[in-house]
């Protein structure tokens, strides 16, 4: 193997007026480590959207929505950004209890769990949120399940749109206004999914599991170019990932923002290299993974792509 040393390392400069992009941009002249990573991952995602040929797929996994990372992902939808989004339960149950009205707080991760168990708050590392939401969230839930067809059967994206349109603000209602399909293929895994469980002791409404697969397999099948963003792993990455396995097609573009490590074998970690085994992604796919915290990461990424294409 022949070693190349033709492009040096550029020390950084900041200063006060600095863009994000300008910001990322320098990160890419320096090139090492996941500063670099997280500029090619806004090359990658630059061409993704100029594409105008590509089906774009964004995950959402961990715990973004209470860290205030549901307003980005609203607004990408709203702007065009995302034609198909697969989620946790999770997310969208806070995405819910937002757009209703309720908000989490911000906490301390270095307290007394047991105090915030006797003070009724639930904690996610240092986010608070009251249990009064929840009751708040059970209420608006169980009245728009009540609107469903006794003795129906809905899609797991039917059920989600059916939510989005009794909600103004937030990822459901953006997705519901703009038609685009939410996928949730651990709903059940979720606040969402013990509501459910709770109107059914009363209402008789089918949710079936696999519905959504004919939908989502004819857009695979038709689609000429794919991208993805996966913000975490776990379900919503596998879900995406796997869809183009039945296909002859692979992902043309890939982004994974993770904290998670390949080397203990799961797949939140697993590199996208690891994913060309499979097919899932193209041999010649553009693909990248910045390690990191997803609410350092994705908001400026998303900030230094936006800036670029602002300037078209």
Not at 202 to 214: G, L, N, Q, R, W
Request: proline share 4%.
């Amino acid at each position: 193997m022949k070693h190349q040393c033709d492009e040096p390392v550029t020390q950084m400069h900041i200063r006060p007026s600095m863009t994000v992009g300008e910001l990322v941009n320098a990160m890419g002249k320096a090139g090492a480590y996941n500063g670099g990573s997280l500029y090619h991952a806004a090359e990658i995602y630059e061409k993704m959207l100029r594409d105008s040929g590509t089906t774009k797929f964004f995950g959402l996994a961990g715990a973004m929505v209470p860290a205030g990372m549901g307003g980005i992902v609203s607004d990408l939808i709203r702007d065009g950004y995302i034609d198909i989004l697969v989620s946790t339960g999770a997310n969208l149950t806070h995405d819910i209890i937002e757009a209703i009205g309720c908000r989490h707080f911000h906490g301390s991760a270095f307290t007394s769990d047991i105090e915030l168990r006797h003070d009724e708050i639930n904690r996610i590392y240092d986010v608070y949120l009251p249990n009064e939401a929840f009751e708040h969230f059970e209420v608006f839930m169980q009245d728009v399940f009540g609107e469903l067809e006794p003795n129906s059967t809905i899609s797991i994206s039917r059920l989600l749109r059916h939510i989005g349109s009794h909600l103004k603000t937030g990822i459901l209602a953006t997705s519901a206004q703009m038609e685009i399909p939410v996928y949730c293929p651990a709903v059940q895994d979720s606040m969402v999914g013990l509501q459910y469980w709770l109107f059914s002791q009363t209402t008789k409404v089918t949710v079936d599991a696999f519905a959504d697969m004919p939908e989502l397999l004819d857009t695979c099948f038709a689609t000429k170019k794919a991208g993805a963003i996966l913000v975490g792993g776990g379900v919503p990455k596998n879900f995406i990932l796997q869809s183009m396995l039945m296909t002859p097609n692979g992902f043309d573009y890939a982004i994974q923002l993770t904290g998670d490590r390949p080397d203990l074998g799961g797949l939140s970690g697993a590199t996208l290299d690891e994913a060309r085994s499979w097919g899932k992604i193209t041999e010649e796919a553009r693909a990248v993974t910045v390690y990191g915290d997803a609410t350092i990461t994705l908001p400026v990424l998303i900030a230094a792509v936006m800036e670029r294409l602002s300037h078209a």
